[in-house]
């Protein structure tokens, strides 16, 4: 609704969108031409997903679709009709930070904090197909990710451990 | 950046997916992985009045293969292929593409299918069928045809396909028992466009090159099939001279510009390294297979 009053007065057709965001059911009307990346950030207010570079290469605004990493920038809230989206607010549960943001936390995983919400959802979806990856399976995993302090050395680290972290979980 | 305002259709079939085309008589688009085609939009670039999109239509995801060749649907992804084992051997050249398009996310939404319709100058897998020798099925209300990759590209972003069609899938020709190749790309970047790109099969017929497909990314106004290097090896052994004298013909046909990604001196010298590159690759598959 926040961008409502900027629009010209043209007709416009809507379609009814049902998605599961972390969890929680929504149900909006939105133009097919609206993002996924604006639908979470305007229509829910979930503004833990962040629009980058806005044409598909830096990787700021992934979230997981169905499990997936996608760059909504990139996808149409049409799109996810009647699927799941998890994007940054849904990694704490709770009190409890996930794996992973513990992990960027203890590792300095971050600088400016802009790329964090990709890069951690990115890890997620990485360390659920391959518990244990190398530096090399990290790097590659995250190569659509773009970090602009350069702190691709802590992130890769903060993979690590938050795959130590989950590998002991699942031991004890 | 918003698109242009469009209508959104999810037909759950063919027809209706076609009946839709016809409808806006040139002014749809059909929307696969998205992964160029949004971004087009949101640039401004493209304004079709309406997108159909094929993700709600069922059966189009299928990579198996089929009668010695491959069939790749309209909805298989590139990560799809990049997790293929259908995609070593004899189809090595699509497998070593397809960790090599764009970058991983986007490989998780783009589509080969998708790719080639897009008819990006730069794109890879045009490069790909065009040496391994491929067909699409294009499908409109009218009926089915068969479009053999040779034919597709017209220009930069221009194919043979009309508007009302839909291309639901490919055919990757059979290779025969005895085949390898290989893709090598030189990026700048993970998800930039390549410099160069190669395009490398071979098809072996009694230790001797049956036929070879070589292919270039990046160094035309379209993917460009070095037919002339294709034509000296036919028939030939794969030895040393063989895949110099190729790599020498390839490199001549290639058609590259000086722009930010280098001279075109370098790229055509680029062109003929991988292609040298690509075909040793290929001939050691020969000996190991």
Same mark, same amino acid.
Request: charged content about 20%; proline content about 4%.
């Given at each position: ?82 699927? $799941?989206?998890?994007?940054v607010e849904g990694l704490q549960q ?11 936390? $203890? ?23 391959n518990p244990d990856p190398t530096d $090399? ?31 002991? $979980?699942?031991?004890? | ?16 997916? +076609? ?9 749809? #688009? ?50 799809? +292929? ?63 045809? !068969? ?8 220009? /930069? ?24 190749? !290989?893709?090598? #790309? ?30 270039? !990314? ?37 058609? /590259? ?17 991988f292609v040298e590159r690509g075909l ?10």
């Amino acid at each position: 609704m926040a961008d409502t009053a900027i629009e010209p007065m043209a007709a416009r057709t809507t379609r009814a969108v049902s998605v599961t965001v972390n969890g929680e059911a929504h149900a909006a009307e939105v133009e097919p031409r609206l993002l996924l990346v604006h639908f979470l950030r305007q229509t829910l207010g979930l503004t833990g997903t962040h629009s980058g570079c806005d044409t598909t290469h830096c990787g700021a605004c992934t979230v997981l679709l169905d499990g997936v990493p996608v760059k909504s920038c990139t996808v149409l809230a049409v799109q996810a009709d009647g699927r $799941e989206i998890m994007t940054v607010e849904g990694l704490q549960q709770g009190a409890e930070l996930h794996p992973i943001q513990v992990a960027f936390r $203890e590792e300095h995983g971050l600088q400016c904090g802009f790329c964090t919400p990709g890069m951690m959802l990115t890890s997620v979806a990485l360390l659920q197909e391959n518990p244990d990856p190398t530096d $090399e399976e990290i790097r590659w995993a995250l190569s659509g990710n773009i970090c602009r302090c350069t702190g691709y050395q802590n992130i890769v680290k903060a993979v690590h451990h938050a795959a130590a972290a989950q590998a002991n $979980e699942g031991g004890s | 950046m918003y698109p242009a305002r469009f209508e959104y259709f999810a037909p759950t079939t063919l027809e209706e997916a +076609c009946e839709l085309l016809d409808r806006f008589d040139g002014e749809a #688009k059909v929307l696969a992985g998205g992964q160029s085609l949004i971004p087009l939009m949101k640039l401004r670039f493209a304004a079709p009045q309406a997108l159909v999109d094929l993700n709600t239509v069922a059966g189009l995801d299928t990579l198996a293969e089929e009668n010695g060749g491959l069939h790749i649907g309209a909805l298989v992804r590139h990560k799809t +292929c990049e997790r293929s084992e259908l995609l070593g051997a004899r189809f090595g050249t699509l497998g070593a593409a397809a960790p090599q398009i764009s970058d991983p996310i986007v490989r998780n939404l783009g589509t080969v299918c998708g790719s080639l319709a897009h008819a990006d100058p730069q794109g890879d897998w045009g490069s790909v069928m065009l040496a391994v020798g491929a067909d699409l099925e294009a499908r409109s209300s009218a009926g089915t045809r !068969t479009i053999p990759i040779e034919e597709l590209f017209q220009g /930069p972003f221009t194919t043979s396909l009309q508007e009302n069609e839909v291309i639901t899938g490919l055919r990757v020709r059979d290779p025969g028992p005895k085949a390898a190749g !290989t893709y090598l #790309k030189l990026e700048r970047k993970v998800g930039d466009y390549a410099t160069v790109g190669a395009a490398i099969h071979v098809s072996f017929d009694n230790g001797t090159v049956g036929r070879a497909g070589i292919a270039l !990314t990046g160094v035309g106004p379209a993917n460009l099939k070095a037919t002339a290097a294709e034509d000296a090896l036919a028939g030939r052994e794969l030895d040393d001279d063989a895949i110099v004298e190729a790599a020498r013909l390839a490199a001549e046909a290639a058609e /590259p510009q000086d722009d930010v990604r280098g001279s075109a001196e370098y790229k055509r010298s680029v062109a003929r390294v991988f292609v040298e590159r690509g075909l040793r690759a290929a001939a050691e598959g020969r000996s190991d297979g």
